[in-house]
Nanobody, 111 residues
Framework: QVQLVESGGGLVQPGGSLRLSCAAS????????AGWYRQAPGKQREWVAGIFSSGDTAYADSVKGRFTVSRDNTKNTVYLQMNSLKPEDTALYYC?????WGQGTQVTVSS
């Protein structure tokens, strides 16, 4: 059974940082790759960043230069380091691998 569990969300002031984690069981991230998505209230879910099985990464233009996706193969965990956060980054953030999704972790950027 595949399970993805996100953590690390919270409330942060504009300009602050958070690191999200996505721990997997039942799949191996180094084989499948993984992606981060987010959904703000009233908006469609959008892709944020991804890390391929090769370790290559890709980012949406809206987060490029501020967010960094990484992977720890020993922990089978993918991370999303988010710096210089803006109010428009407020959303429920999801981890995805192939067709499996986590439950999401809330990120709120507000003063």
């Amino acid at each position: 059974q595949v399970q993805l569990v996100e953590s690390g969300g919270g409330l942060v002031q504009p300009g602050g940082s958070l690191r999200l984690s996505c721990a997997a069981s039942g799949i191996i991230f180094s084989s499948t790759g993984a992606g981060w998505y987010r959904q703000a209230p009233g908006k469609q879910r959008e892709w944020v960043a991804g890390i391929f099985s090769s370790g290559d990464t890709a980012y949406a233009d809206s987060v490029k230069g501020r967010f960094t996706v990484s992977r720890d193969n020993t922990k089978n965990t993918v991370y999303l380091q988010m710096n210089s956060l803006k109010p428009e980054d407020t959303a429920l953030y999801y981890c995805r691998a192939i067709d499996w999704w986590g439950q999401g972790t809330q990120v709120t950027v507000s003063s």
